[in-house]
């Protein structure tokens, strides 16, 4: 399962209840969990292991719980709840014959946790809204947290994946953006970002020249 195929599976996910309206993270990640047929319950007593985030128990179809810890913040049980929504969808109802119970905790490793990530990150932050929102808001990781319901780290992170940091060069997405009014917008804020670069690159060169 690639990234591409991540990013489609998390949209169609989304649209079960977002339609074509942004409705805000918050709202959205309850509404999905009901709607797919889970609860999310706080651990009251957490073990030592339990404190820093979450875990998912599948019992079936329709029949899953996500446990959260009762220490971590909002913005960041946002992120564990579309985490263990995503080896619900990608780990258990995509699997064919999949058996059931399930059990996931935030020790797994390997490609599936890089999975369940990148559906978290492309559930809440869709890559066509996202790079709308980036150029809005001038890259600006503050106003992006508050918008997305996520914490910096996650929209950091999402911004270095998309590659709107300046990573992608400023031709491919001119290119990109002619028929796109979002992605003009975005390219605007890439020219400032490479001219920046620029400048500093020619300063650099400069000193080093004397
Ligand atoms: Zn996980």
Not at 32 to 44: A, F, K, N, W
Not at 166 to 187: K, R
């Amino acid at each position: 399962m690639n990234n591409q195929q991540i990013e489609q599976i998390a949209s169609k996910t989304r649209a079960l209840v977002d339609g074509h309206a942004h409705i805000r993270n918050r709202f959205l990640l309850r509404n999905l969990v009901e709607r797919l047929g889970g609860t999310i319950r706080l651990v009251e007593d957490p073990t030592e292991q339990e404190i820093d985030g979450g875990s998912l128990i599948i019992d079936g179809k329709k029949k899953f719980t996500i446990f959260l810890s009762p220490f971590t913040t909002p913005l960041r049980d946002n992120f564990t709840i579309a985490h263990e929504l995503g080896h619900y969808v990608l780990h258990y109802l995509l699997i064919p014959n999949s058996k059931s119970p399930l059990c996931f905790t935030r020790y797994g490793s390997g490609p599936i946790e890089w999975q369940a990530n990148r559906f978290a990150a492309s559930l809440l932050m869709p890559q066509s809204i996202f790079t709308e929102a980036y150029g809005k808001y001038r890259g600006n990781i503050s106003l992006l947290s508050g918008y997305f319901d996520v914490s910096s780290k996650a929209v950091e992170i999402r911004v270095q994946s998309l590659r709107l940091d300046g990573s992608q060069t400023c031709h491919e997405i001119i290119l990109a953006s002619e028929d796109n009014p979002p992605l003009a917008v975005c390219a605007a804020v890439l020219r400032g970002v490479r001219a920046r670069k620029l400048a500093e690159e020619s300063r650099e060169r400069i000193l080093q020249a004397d």
